[in-house]
């Protein structure tokens, strides 16, 4: 058998739930480790990102960091996948946009109930946020997109098998939601 | 007089229909801005009330209509035509003064109520500009020292009526005549020659002749004028309409000003005429807001026609020949030009193009058949009844038959009003007007086409290059891009909103081109481009929809080594500005560390 | 009927009767042309350009184009569907559509078509509005940041409930929804839950209150099959009024 691909995944700003669902495709996890090996992942301990195959984001750009992470992952993944709501359009984080960032940090910081020592932080280690949460496609250019919060184990597998076996992409109806 | 009182005049019942008063709608509330600076929200509720309509749609109506506000503008009220030919004139840095001298931000009233200064879309005044509307009135050939003129006025609170005259001068600047504005031919149309050839004949003689001549529609289209005619003359009414379309809101054409300014008799002739053969009683000409300072000089002008017998019952004795012109004013929306918005701006509706068919030759205004023209052609008519078909047949090809009026401007020495005969080669227009070092020719308004010079053996005609008038030229010294980018903002501007792929892709369009001008755009984002405008060419509801990436695809398809040169390296860029989109951050923050940064990439 | 009253959709002869758009004669017949702002109860409006079809090399939508003798249209061509596609990323991009967090998820018809045309991403850049809810009224809510402007509340209670309860104002990207009464606010307004524009919007704009995520996932409306089979959500609002208003 030729080479295993090579996977690397990232949660940004999301919920780590499609990473969840991820895990869901239960024992087809294990036809698929056949298949792969996983670079850079929470799941295992990597915490660079070297050259890999596909890369996978779940979680939209809400700050400096998570743009660091996402270019990286553009440098070194020969395809990058938008995973779920939040990478694919903000997502629940996008609903702050509506607001200023302001008074977003505000509430929570200062005007939040039990806030003990009311100040928004500033320290150099906590990531700079970004005015609004974008989708990754508007900061890295994108191959693919899965819908779904969290899209579901089968729309993931199904969208793996195909990937890998070099298919055009594309899901039965019920695979498809933006939920 | 107060508001109220101001208000209460306007609007005082007029006896007629409460459909008719529902028609008047959208010239009321131009009297009442012209006079208020604005609507206050008491005119709406009596509005309501009056014509029994709710008050969100009248709001609907100001929301619409760039020229009415529901907040208060400035004692004096600035807005500086922005459209590319002011540009070219250095309209951008006067407006800079014109801020900085008045102490204010465009759009944002001053403190004391003294004075707004805005900008909006081409005012027509492009031979002889940078031109401004001040209270709806136009003050042409700004330049760094009349805009200083015009601080001083203003901060002395000196009343309009009192500045200078000549601020308010427009010329005509006619260059070339040849068969509409000849001096052999002015007589033709004058005392009522035209309808008087109607009623020594009849209606069926004079559209065969109008046929025969194959006059086509001068707004653009080029629809055949006679088969409109006939058309509108079949449909089954009572009742019939004549509108002319005095909207010239096409960046750069100035011609129908021109034609009102001096040749109005004529025109009305036209209508007259028009009237006589399809059995219309009312006619409207629906003059853009713009041009309001010719309101008056053309009431006169019908005044004259009916002190005549040429306007009103029995025109020139004949009975049952009955018929009058009202002006109605638009408000500062391009797409009032096209002429099924043009109707429902009539009706004092919001200017949302109606789903064709049915065509306004059979419902039109209030739904009854309407011939809707464009002020050249109405003219061309006149001139056709009484010196025949093959005197118009003499000039233009077999396609295009006739003169066509050309308003040039841009990079030439004698901008003005050129007519010509259909079939003049692009590279005659240039000679003509002095247009040295040319890099490329904007034919037809923003909705056109952009030409490079070495098109210039293509012809003006409705088989080659078609225009409704606009001819702009551009030297080897302007960045075509700069030109792209203020068409693109002036479809957003202008797009009226209902339908999707206008509504929205042309917002998408012009952030891209917004992006493409600063440098970030890649080579992705000229696919994006193609194929959201041509999107926009195929799906859009109107006109202004399907034409308003043409500047966008021309530039992409016609000048390709501009477009490379101006294309970032790397293969995608972000849609935004990265390091910016921290500024808030760091502003709440006070961070300025290495980490309160993100880099481009390289 | 005779056959000079047929045209062909994607190669399948529809009949039709006089005074007939295509959408008429299509829907009537059981075939599918998706919509957003369509909905047979009320006069065409055309403005989403979902329905567009091809016919000669032409494009129309099909809601407003009446039907005519002879006529081949296209209604599944790649490139066709591919347009659509691009229509609905628009309208998407353009409000805030948070499907995660919306009430009508699983029944909305914008949602419906696009997974109907295989939309994975609004993919182009997102406008993110600032726009507000109005929850003034007792009974129903409106979200104007998923407002896509299709006018069948404005249509409804004009044509229907003879209020004027709701206007469009602005122009061009600006244009919005308003509300007629003094304050602009739903709760001020004639607007009553039994109106029949409370139950025409296809998307979460305007929804019940005190309702929400009553279908668990897996059994709302679109979950299972597409709305090519289902047919529009609000003609399903009328089932459940039990009312007469269905057509
Ligand atoms: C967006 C748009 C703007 C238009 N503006 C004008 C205009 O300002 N003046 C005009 O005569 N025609 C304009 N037209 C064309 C009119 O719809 C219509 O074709 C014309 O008035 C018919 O008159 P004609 O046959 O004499 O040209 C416009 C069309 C569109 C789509
Ligand atoms: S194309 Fe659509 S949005 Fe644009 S002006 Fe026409 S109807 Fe309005
Ligand atoms: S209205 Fe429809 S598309 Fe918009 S958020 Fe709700 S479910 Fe999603
Ligand atoms: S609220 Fe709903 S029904 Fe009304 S215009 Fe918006 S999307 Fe259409």
Redesign the pocket.
């Known amino acids: 058998m030729a080479d295993k691909i090579r996977v690397a995944t990232a949660s940004l700003c999301g919920c780590f739930g499609c990473h969840m669902s991820l895990l869901d495709i239960d024992e087809r996890i294990l036809e698929l480790v056949q298949l792969v090996e996983f670079d850079r992942t929470p799941l295992t301990d990597i915490k660079t990102v070297g050259d890999c195959d596909i890369g996978i984001i779940e979680g939209g750009v809400a700050n400096a960091e998570n743009v660091e992470v996402l270019r990286e992952f553009r440098k070194h993944c020969k395809v990058l996948v938008a995973l779920g709501a939040c990478a694919v359009n903000g997502g629940i984080p996008a609903m702050r946009n509506s607001f200023e960032l302001r008074e977003c940090l505000e509430e929570a910081y200062i005007e939040g109930i039990g806030v003990a020592n009311p100040q928004i932080p500033s320290d150099p280690e906590i990531p700079m946020l970004l005015n609004k949460v974008h989708p990754i496609h508007e900061v890295v250019k994108v191959d693919h997109f899965l819908p779904g919060c969290p899209p579901s184990g089968d729309t993931i597998w199904t969208f793996l098998t195909e990937l890998i076996e070099g298919k055009p992409i594309g899901f039965p109806y019920e695979q498809i939601h933006y939920d | 007089m107060t508001h109220e009182e101001i208000i209460r005049e306007i609007i005082a019942p007029s006896g007629t229909s409460r459909a008719a008063e529902r028609s008047q709608l959208l010239q009321y509330l131009c009297q009442i801005q012209h006079q208020c600076s604005y609507i206050p929200g008491d005119a709406i509720t009596q509005l309501a009330t009056r014509l029994q309509m709710p008050a969100s749609e009248i709001q609907g109506l100001i929301g619409f209509y760039a020229f009415l506000h529901e907040q208060p503008r400035g004692d004096y009220d600035i807005l500086l035509s922005d459209s590319i030919s002011d540009h070219l004139l250095g309209s951008r840095l006067l407006l800079q003064q014109l801020c900085n001298r008045l102490g204010v931000a465009p759009g944002v009233p001053r403190a004391d109520g003294r004075v707004t200064v805005d900008t909006t879309s081409c005012t027509g005044i492009c031979d002889q500009g940078p031109a401004m509307l001040l209270n709806g009135r136009v003050i042409s050939r700004l330049t760094d020292r009349r805009i200083d003129h015009i601080c001083a006025l203003i901060e002395a609170s000196t009343a309009v009526t009192q500045w200078p005259a000549e601020f308010f001068q427009v010329d005509d600047n006619i260059r070339r005549r040849d068969l509409l504005l000849s001096e052999e031919t002015a007589a033709a149309t004058m005392d009522g020659k035209a309808l008087r050839v109607l009623l020594e004949t009849d209606g069926n003689a004079i559209l065969d002749v109008i046929e025969k001549s194959g006059l086509r529609g001068r707004g653009g289209a080029g629809f055949r004028t006679g088969m409109k005619w006939r058309f509108c003359r079949q449909a089954e009414s009572d009742s019939r309409y004549v509108v002319c379309n005095a909207d010239e809101g096409e960046p750069g054409t100035f011609k129908d000003r021109v034609l009102l300014n001096s040749y109005a008799d004529s025109v009305f002739e036209g209508m007259t005429l028009c009237a006589g053969v399809v059995g219309a009683s009312r006619g409207y000409l629906y003059l853009r807001g713009e041009y309001r300072y010719l309101l008056e000089p053309l009431q006169a002008v019908l005044r004259q026609r009916r002190e005549k017998g040429l306007l009103g019952q029995c025109i020139l004795g004949k009975d049952g020949f009955d018929f009058d012109i009202e002006i109605h004013l638009g408000a500062g929306a391009y797409?009032c030009g096209?002429e099924s918005?043009l109707i429902e701006s009539l009706e004092g509706k919001r200017g949302?193009?109606r789903n064709r068919p049915p065509f306004p030759v059979t419902h039109g205004y209030l739904n009854q058949p309407t011939v809707v023209n464009n002020v050249e052609t109405f003219m061309a008519a006149a001139k056709i009844a009484v010196l025949g078909a093959d005197w118009f047949r003499q000039a233009g090809t077999p396609e295009s038959t006739g003169t066509k009026l050309l308003s040039i401007c841009g990079d030439c020495e004698r901008p003005g009003i050129y007519e010509y005969p259909f079939g003049v080669t692009i590279k005659q227009v240039l000679e003509d007007c002095g247009a040295v070092n040319t890099q490329a020719i904007q034919v037809a308004g923003a909705a056109g086409t952009t030409l490079p010079v070495a098109d210039n053996g293509r012809r003006i005609a409705f088989e080659d290059v078609s225009t409704g008038g606009s001819f702009m030229v551009f030297n080897n010294d302007r960045d075509l891009l700069d030109m792209v980018q203020n068409f693109s903002h002036f479809?957003v501007h202008?797009?009226?909103?209902?339908?999707?792929?206008?509504?929205v892709g042309?917002s998408l369009l012009k952030n891209l081109v917004d992006k493409l001008v600063n440098g970030h755009a890649t080579h992705y984002d000229v696919g994006e481009m193609k194929q959201i405008g041509s999107l926009?060419k195929r799906a859009?509801?109107?006109?202004?929809?399907?034409t308003?990436p043409n500047p966008v695809l021309d530039l992409l398809n016609h000048f390709p080594q501009l477009v490379e040169s101006r294309l970032a390296h790397s293969g995608y860029e972000p849609a935004f500005d990265l390091d910016a989109a921290l500024q808030e951050a760091r502003d709440i923050t006070g961070r300025d560390d290495p980490g309160a940064h993100i880099r481009t990439e390289t | 009927m005779s056959s000079k009253n047929t045209f062909m959709l994607d190669g399948v002869a529809i009949e039709f009767s006089e005074g007939d758009t295509i959408m008429d004669a299509a829907l009537r017949s059981g075939s599918y042309i998706p919509h957003l702002c369509h909905n047979p109860e009320f006069r065409p409006h055309g403005?989403c350009?979902v329905c567009v079809v091809n016919i000669n090399g032409r494009q129309v939508s099909s809601c407003t184009q009446p039907a005519s003798a002879g006529l081949e249209v296209d209604n599944s061509s790649e490139d066709l569907v591919q347009e659509r596609r691009n229509l609905l990323q628009m309208l998407f991009v353009e409000g805030n559509h948070v499907c995660p967090g919306c009430e009508k998820s699983g029944a909305c018809q914008l949602q419906a078509v696009a997974y109907y045309t295989g939309m994975l991403s609004p993919q182009y850049t997102h406008f993110f509005p600032q726009r507000s809810v109005d929850a003034s009224h007792p009974d129903t809510a409106i979200d104007f940041n998923r407002c896509i402007l299709c006018e069948l509340c404005v249509r409804a209670s004009r044509d229907v409930d003879h209020k004027d309860v709701f206007s469009i104002s602005g122009?061009?990207i600006g244009s919005h929804l308003v509300v007629n009464s003094p304050s602009g606010k739903l709760g001020d307004s004639a607007f009553a839950a039994t109106d029949k524009a409370a139950h025409v919007c296809p998307v979460g704009a305007i929804l019940p209150k005190h309702r929400g995520y009553e279908q668990p996932i897996g059994s709302r409306l679109y979950d299972r099959s597409p709305i090519s089979i289902v047919g529009d959500v609000a003609a399903h609002e009328s089932d459940d009024q039990g009312d007469t208003h269905g057509r």
């Not at chain 2, 202008?494 to 509504?503: A, I, K």
């Not at chain 2, 859009?540 to 399907?546: D, M």
């Open positions: 797409i096209e918005s949302i193009p479809f202008e797009s009226c909103g209902f339908c999707t792929p206008c509504r042309g926009m859009s509801h109107c006109g202004l929809g399907s308003a | 403005s350009r122009r061009g």
